[in-house]
């Protein structure tokens, strides 16, 4: 255990070690990284020159350049938020996005018992998560860490939904309130939601917990 300056920081501390035992206990293999530069440098490290890498719509991800670095060292990367898609190419790529080697994302909140919650639109990213790729790696900062499905649900509907929407530039309410206010709209980007409770028993799922607050991190 690493003795931090504030009791916050120890608190949060204590939080970060009883969700990495309970993830390592849920079969998600996980590892701590002090800070984001470093663990993107060991990220790109794990995946292999030739391994196809799948991009789940991630600002964790966006925010950090990984799809940027992977494709500058000359990895083939599916990454549907790319500019310049067709329609039609975002969804060749969100499907290829399910058969490639490296699937990396984030998700949108983790509970102290280990579980990964999300809410999704489409569907790929989350499906991608529980099955197809050969590898998910999720990447995540310890901002996401929550106490139960309940302060899940919260995180979700006051920080994580309206801030896509803001980013996706879609006209829903939660743009203006700051909070979820359960459109029922053709715009409408919370559609699907997942809790991955324990890592399914043909998918390698791990999950880098990065000790800082990465992505999404306070309400609008």
Request: proline share 5%; charged share 25%; aromatic share 6%.
């Amino acid at each position: 255990m690493i003795f931090l300056k504030s009791k916050e920081e120890f608190t949060m501390n204590e939080q970060v070690a009883k969700t990495i035992e309970a993830l390592n206990k849920n079969r998600f293999a996980t590892q701590y990284h002090e800070n984001a530069e470093k663990a993107v440098e060991e990220l790109l490290a794990a995946i292999p020159l030739d391994a196809t890498v799948g991009i789940g719509g991630s600002w964790t991800l966006m925010e950090l350049q990984v799809a940027e670095n992977l494709e500058a060292r000359g990895n083939v990367v599916y990454c549907h938020h790319k500019p310049g898609l067709t329609p039609e190419e975002v969804l060749t790529t969100r499907r290829l996005q399910l058969t490639c080697d490296v699937f990396i994302t984030s998700t949108n909140a983790l509970t102290e018992d280990g579980k990964l919650v999300n809410e999704d639109g489409t569907g790929n990213r989350v499906a991608a998560m529980m099955f197809g790729p050969k590898k998910v790696i999720v990447f995540t900062g310890i901002n996401k860490i929550v106490a139960n499905l309940e302060e899940a649900d919260k995180r979700i509907k006051t920080i994580a939904a309206p801030k896509n929407n803001v980013r996706l530039n879609r006209p829903n309410p939660c743009t203006k309130t700051g909070y979820c206010m359960d459109c029922q709209g053709p715009t409408r980007i919370c559609n699907i939601r997942t809790v991955i409770e324990k890592k399914p028993p043909l998918s390698d799922i791990r999950v880098w917990l990065v000790g800082e607050e990465i992505g999404y991190s306070k309400a609008p």
